[in-house]
């Protein structure tokens, strides 16, 4: 029987590519949104842009804190985020219970 991987078993080589790649796709998408021609609605255009700033400043502290020494580790509680939950959103600052808390 394995034990779940933790955080610590999430290489920082690993995560910095998560990073990178989660990085190249937010500025594919703003280039996108960028280049949309008029007859968009301008307010829905708007907010998708905000969003993918907002993103893209959350992979940059998450590169940061790679940098370091601490990704991984929960910015509310200071517990470790689970390896699942940094594989699917590599740059999240939070756990699962923290992040509900802050919503």
Do not use: F, N, W
Not at 80 to 87: D, G, N, S, T
């Amino acid at each position: 029987m394995s034990l779940p991987a933790t955080p610590a078993d999430l290489h920082l080589h690993e995560a910095r590519q998560r990073l990178e790649h989660a990085r190249a796709s937010r500025l594919a998408q703003l280039q996108a949104l960028l280049e949309t021609g008029p007859g968009v609605d301008g307010h829905l255009l708007s907010e998708q842009k905000a969003a993918t700033l907002r993103v893209l400043k959350e992979i940059e502290e998450a590169l940061a804190r790679v940098e370091d020494g601490t990704y991984g580790t929960c910015a509310g509680c200071a517990k470790p985020v689970p390896a699942e939950r940094l594989e699917i959103l590599p740059y999240t600052r939070h756990c699962v219970a923290c992040r509900r808390l802050s919503a």
